[in-house]
């Protein structure tokens, strides 16, 4: 049986080599999302991920793809129950928990992203 650390890495490894996260240098959103989700809280660093902008499309795509691989490991560890894979049902289903909930959603996503911060920067690779 596998320990909460290592869902967390194989989750974060499997989205890295299947993601590209942009930025100033390869994965420097990833770096940039916790830092966001302490300053303006999950649901501030969310919605800003969920906002959209001509033809009803990400407006900021790659925070909104970071999401969405957060999503996914959240729903893997069943610290929520979303149906589908989709950011706004993360962000509906968010706004109607508790504030326990919400912190234990924000640790978790927290504590993943310190794993996805690491496999997605290729800064080591010059």
């Known amino acids: 049986m596998k320990n909460l650390d290592q869902i967390r890495a194989a989750n974060a490894l499997n989205a890295a080599q299947g993601n ?11 770096k940039k999302v916790p830092t966001m989700i302490r300053e303006n809280g999950f649901l501030g660093a969310l ?3 969920c906002e959209k902008g001509k033809e009803n499309k990400p407006k900021n795509g790659d925070h909104h793809k970071v999401f969405e691989v957060i999503l996914l490991h959240l729903k893997d560890v069943a610290v929520v129950e979303v149906d589908g894979s989709s950011v706004d049902a993360l962000m509906a289903h968010v706004v109607d928990q508790s504030s326990a909930k919400l912190r234990e959603i924000t640790a978790e996503s ?4 310190s794993y996805l911060r690491r496999f997605a920067s290729k800064e080591d690779e010059a």
Do not use: E, Q, R, S
């Open 20 to 30: 590209t996260f942009k930025g100033v240098n390869d994965g420097g959103i990833v």
């Open 47 to 49: 919605a800003f991920a």
């Open 110 to 113: 927290m504590a993943y992203l």
